[in-house]
């Protein structure tokens, strides 16, 4: 009998959700997105929004039932940090820094709490959660002598030297899985009004470039010259070859980066009037 009960009240609450998808015509939505993004990795293991910096794009979301919707987003975002702003003592003997624009292609899925439709004054808002895929590419770069040098060329931790063979360039290219929550309503019939924090976790160490150890810096300069040489190791207590082979970075944890923001989206398919016995 409670098998039977459970099989019927599952029955129920599929009839439920399809009666509801009636009520409801597909419909599209396009809009900005504008917010903060940041990093955690090498230079922030662990404190959320460290030293945000502005992200923004793009979304276009189709609504397919009440509780579910696809959404395509393109983003850039910005993210930076520096050991001098942390609270540890050998991070600022440290003395690395960094800076990297981040350009994002993300197809996802929403799954409402609650139904929901802009315009529709029924299912006015919801808590949401979101997950998909992602592309990006991303490039750090470091201030040196008044100007941002970019990084992965200058092969900071011996990429690209004879010295250190093993260790090949890193790719400015990855991919990530974004998931996150957020928060929709609407006003005027066709504007849509959403607050979300996702967060991505990276395949790559090399979002800061830095990763595994300092390398002997007479192989670091006969490859790529004085200026690696200095960007490789800006340690202040530390000059000199006195640090070679010495721990630089963290291997074993992979770089994140985040985004929270507001997104204004417009309905694409005009209102219509919603019967009354569906109210």
């Known amino acids: 009998m409670n098998q039977l009960r459970y099989l019927l009240l599952l029955f129920t609450c599929i009839l439920g959700q399809l009666s509801l998808a009636q009520k409801m015509r597909n419909y599209s939505e396009l809009g900005p997105v504008a917010g903060v993004s940041y990093y ?19 979304i276009y979301r189709y609504n397919s039932h009440p509780r579910w919707a696809w959404k395509i987003q393109a983003s850039y975002m910005s993210i930076q940090a520096d050991d001098a702003e942390s ?23 929403e799954f409402n709490f609650f139904p929901y439709e802009v ?9 949401y959660v979101f997950w998909g895929f992602a592309l990006f590419r991303h ?10 040098r970019e990084l992965q060329p200058l092969g900071t931790e011996g990429q690209g030297t004879a010295q250190y063979r093993g260790r090949n360039p890193y ?7 974004p998931f996150g929550f957020g928060v929709k309503f609407h ?59 010495r ?8 770089d994140w980066y985040a985004f ?3 997104t204004l989206t417009v309905k694409l398919r005009k209102p219509e009037r919603v019967c009354q016995a569906y109210r």
């Open 40 to 58: 955690m990795g090498d230079l922030n293991p662990g404190r959320q929004f460290f030293m945000p910096r502005f992200g923004g794009g793009l």
């Open 87 to 109: 609270k540890s003592l050998n991070q600022r003997n440290r003395n690395l820094s960094f800076r990297s624009s981040i350009y994002e292609f993300s197809p996802q899925i």
């Open 119 to 127: 315009g529709n004054v029924v299912y006015p808002a919801t808590p």
């Open 139 to 148: 490039n750090p770069k470091a201030e040196y002598k008044g100007e941002w």
């Open 171 to 177: 790719s400015l290219l990855g991919a990530t899985f």
């Open 187 to 245: 006003f005027l019939k066709i504007i849509g009004v959403g607050i979300e924090w996702g967060l991505r976790k990276t395949f790559t160490d090399y979002l800061d470039d830095v990763s595994t150890t300092y390398v002997d810096p007479f192989s670091l300069y006969y490859a790529h010259g004085v200026d690696a040489v200095k960007l490789a190791d800006r340690s202040l207590n530390a000059p000199g070859n006195s640090n070679i082979n």
């Open 247 to 254: 721990q630089r970075g963290n291997p074993t944890n992979k």
């Open 260 to 262: 929270a923001g507001l």
